[in-house]
């Protein structure tokens, strides 16, 4: 009799595991599988040609322009990700080192912009990188620049000081997380062991947030690498990703199956950033 | 005696803003001594250790090592090391690496270091778990750990915060056995913080019994159990008995139970008709059926009647009440014996005790 109720209870959590994964599976995998497919179809003339073959793939490999696009997005998720962990360690460490109500409210200054529309903020970052921007007018105002420069917007640096703009928090905030855990009374053995402040730091508080910092990297890395949006919308010409390589695929060019393809190379790469992020963010000492 | 070695803390002051967490702390530790911070929780003892280690600063008075004021010195140049509470290992050293930090950030040569971590492990009986990550080991391990992560230091003086308060009831009296002969065999001085009176009792020197912010009072373990000098530190160890009453002469005392002799030199202080308290130990207390009249007038009798027996093992605990004030029932320990206790509730009977074993508490006019 027992059997059978846990039998039926099994039954039961089986159905609300169902009910529960039904539609993420409806809207993100199966269109992803989709893309999967797609992938492996290809283009003859204006036709798609519904059979299995790597040709869309073979012409992705074999469009030098497509691959250096691809190798440059790469270099630019990785500098909006070492840009962010120079700017937001620091910012982090000082967050969780101030006390009282203080802290909340810089906590709740990095939440707010992510509560907000992404494209509104890409073009707020618009309007200061423009030539009459805030930027280029700080910068006259400091003496910096004679005249306003047009090196800020529709260029490669726009794409580059927008995403990290406007990712910082998705470093921050992790890090912060990983500063929070360590428990004061480990920085308190330190000194008592004789550990100077700097190495108290260097020793206690820099390896424990470092998981932290290694999940804010992947954010910034897998959140540049695979956006579209800023390179369109402050990129200008010059500003190419392949994420808008992979846009112009769907739109213009009409060639879903290389888009797929060139989708499931990208997909790969985040793939295989968030599991070497996972495994350097859980160390074997935290897995013990 | 020379200063050296000592520690001593001269009316320390702290406060966190409208709370005052101690007051007129003022406590000497001598070269080698195992003295015993105790008190109940909130009584302001880890306070008082935090402000030795150096974590946290007096709002007044003065902290003395060697004679010289410490005050000021961060607490990284202290040459004290605690013990915490929690252990505080570093999660992401292996136990090698955290015995051998303090070491490591004072510059000692690598072989040094390996040397003397290897010693200390040896020490607390750790020697082939170097390799190990925190993580994977027990509580009583861990306990050794930071014990070992201390001593390896060569600290003046090792400041101990509770740190057998997560062990379990045998493994903390083996550790209170192992901690006793350590701090015996290296001669450095503990200073240990616990709420545990038996734990005070069997390991310290001395003990300063701490409540609310100040300290009760500072005396070897049988002196704080045997002559407590206030009404917290009587009651705060173990089993006592409190009896009310105004000094009568010299050595008698009027109570509710009458007339009672005491013999004190505490007594001496208290002027006549003044009120005070007397503590009788429970196993100070001896229970007898004949009722023949008193030979020796140092000896106070009582007529009790018997409310109830309780068997606790090794003694059993009486409550007995006296026939002139039968709501204040007295507590007596009494050993216990496999063929049951003569007596049984509803008995009638003589409580005796000696003159020379009682203390007078003055009253302080707390209630108890």
């Known amino acids: 009799?027992?059997?059978?109720?846990?039998?039926?209870?099994?039954?039961?959590?089986?159905?609300?595991?169902?009910?529960?994964?039904?539609?993420?599976?409806?809207?993100?995998?199966?269109?992803?599988?989709?893309?999967?497919?797609?992938?492996?179809?290809?283009?003859?003339?204006?036709?798609?040609?519904?059979?299995?073959?790597?040709?869309?793939?073979?012409?992705?490999?074999?469009?030098?322009?497509?691959v250096a696009v691809f190798f440059r997005t790469l270099a630019l998720a990785a500098k909006v990700m070492v840009i962010n962990l120079v700017l937001g360690y620091p910012v982090a460490l000082f967050i969780s080192s101030i006390e009282g109500r203080m802290r909340y409210y810089l906590i709740l200054a990095l939440i707010v912009p992510l509560l907000m529309s992404y494209i509104i903020k890409i073009y707020a970052m618009r309007a200061i990188l423009g030539s009459k921007g805030l930027l280029n007018q700080a910068l006259l105002f400091l003496g910096v620049l004679d005249?306003?420069?047009?090196?800020?917007?529709?260029?490669?640096n726009a794409v580059l000081i927008t995403m990290a703009v406007i990712m910082l928090p998705f470093m921050i905030l992790p890090i912060f997380m990983a500063l929070e855990r360590i428990p004061k009374s480990l920085t308190d053995a330190a000194a008592d062991l004789g550990a100077t402040p700097w190495q108290r730091f260097r020793d206690i508080t820099l390896p424990m947030s470092l998981p932290g910092a290694v999940v804010g990297g992947m954010f910034c890395f897998v959140l540049a690498l695979g956006d579209f949006l800023a390179p369109e919308l402050v990129g200008g010409t010059q500003g190419f990703t392949f994420g808008r390589a992979i846009f112009s695929q769907f739109g213009m060019a009409f060639n879903w199956p290389l888009g797929a393809a060139m989708s499931v190379v990208l997909l790969i790469v985040a793939l295989a950033v968030i599991a070497a992020a996972g495994r350097i963010a859980n160390p074997r000492w935290q897995r013990a | 005696m020379t200063a050296e070695g000592r520690l001593e803390l001269i009316g320390i002051?702290?406060?966190?803003?409208?709370?005052?967490?101690?007051?007129?702390?003022?406590?000497?530790?001598?070269?080698?001594?195992?003295?015993?911070?105790?008190?109940?929780?909130?009584?302001?003892?880890?306070?008082?250790?935090?402000?030795?280690?150096?974590?946290?600063?007096?709002?007044?008075?003065?902290?003395?090592?060697?004679?010289?004021n410490i005050a000021d010195v961060p607490i990284h140049l202290r040459p004290f090391n605690t013990v915490f509470q929690d252990y505080a290992l570093f999660p992401h050293m292996t136990v090698q690496h955290n015995v051998g930090y303090g070491l490591m950030v004072r510059s000692t040569p690598a072989d040094e270091i390996k040397r003397r971590v290897g010693e200390a492990l040896d020490v607390v009986a750790l020697g082939d778990l170097g390799?190990?990550?925190?993580?994977?080991?027990?509580?009583?391990?861990?306990?050794?750990?930071?014990?070992?992560?201390?001593?390896?230091?060569?600290?003046?003086?090792?400041?101990?915060?509770?740190?057998?308060?997560?062990?379990?009831?045998?493994?903390?009296?083996?550790?209170?056995?192992?901690?006793?002969s350590l701090q015996r065999r290296v001669g450095i001085t503990f200073v240990f913080v616990t709420h545990d009176q038996e734990e005070a009792i069997t390991m310290s020197d001395r003990i300063s019994v701490m409540n609310e912010g100040v300290i009760e009072q500072i005396g070897r373990p049988d002196d704080i159990y045997y002559r407590p000098e206030s009404r917290f530190v009587a009651t705060f160890f173990g089993d006592n008995n409190l009896i009310a009453g105004r000094?009568?002469?010299?050595?008698?005392?009027?109570?509710?139970?009458?007339?009672?002799?005491?013999?004190?030199?505490?007594?001496?202080?208290?002027?006549?008709?003044?009120?005070l308290s007397l503590a009788v130990r429970p196993e100070s207390l001896q229970l007898d059926f004949d009722v023949d009249p008193p030979s020796d007038d140092l000896i106070n009798r009582i007529p009790i009647t018997i409310q109830s027996v309780e068997f606790v093992g090794s003694t059993s605990r009486v409550l007995a009440c006296p026939s002139s004030a039968p709501d204040q029932p007295l507590l007596v320990k009494t050993p216990s014996r496999m063929q049951g206790m003569p007596f049984r509730e509803g008995d009638p009977g003589i409580l005796t005790w000696s003159a020379e074993n009682s203390v007078v508490l003055p009253d302080d006019g707390s209630s108890k």
């Open chain 2, 131 to 180: 390799g190990r990550y925190p993580a994977q080991l027990s509580g009583g391990q861990r306990q050794r750990v930071a014990l070992a992560r201390a001593l390896v230091c060569e600290p003046k003086l090792i400041l101990l915060d509770e740190p057998l308060g997560a062990l379990d009831a045998e493994l903390r009296r083996q550790m209170q056995t192992f901690l006793k």
């Open chain 1, 1 to 66: 009799m027992s059997a059978a109720a846990s039998t039926g209870s099994y039954a039961l959590r089986l159905f609300w595991l169902a009910v529960v994964f039904a539609l993420p599976c409806l809207f993100i995998l199966l269109p992803m599988l989709a893309f999967l497919i797609y992938g492996f179809w290809h283009v003859e003339g204006a036709d798609i040609v519904r059979s299995f073959s790597f040709k869309s793939y073979l012409d992705f490999l074999g469009n030098e322009a497509y």
């Open chain 1, 147 to 156: 005249r306003p420069s047009d090196l800020f917007l529709f260029n490669m």
């Open chain 2, 247 to 275: 000094k009568a002469a010299d050595d008698r005392i009027d109570t509710g139970l009458g007339p009672i002799r005491c013999i004190d030199p505490g007594l001496g202080e208290i002027a006549n008709g003044q009120a």
């Open chain 2, 13 to 68: 002051d702290k406060r966190y803003g409208e709370t005052t967490v101690l007051s007129g702390i003022d406590l000497t530790v001598e070269d080698g001594e195992f003295m015993t911070i105790l008190g109940p929780s909130g009584s302001g003892k880890t306070t008082v250790l935090r402000l030795i280690g150096g974590f946290i600063a007096p709002d007044g008075g003065e902290i003395r090592f060697d004679g010289q």
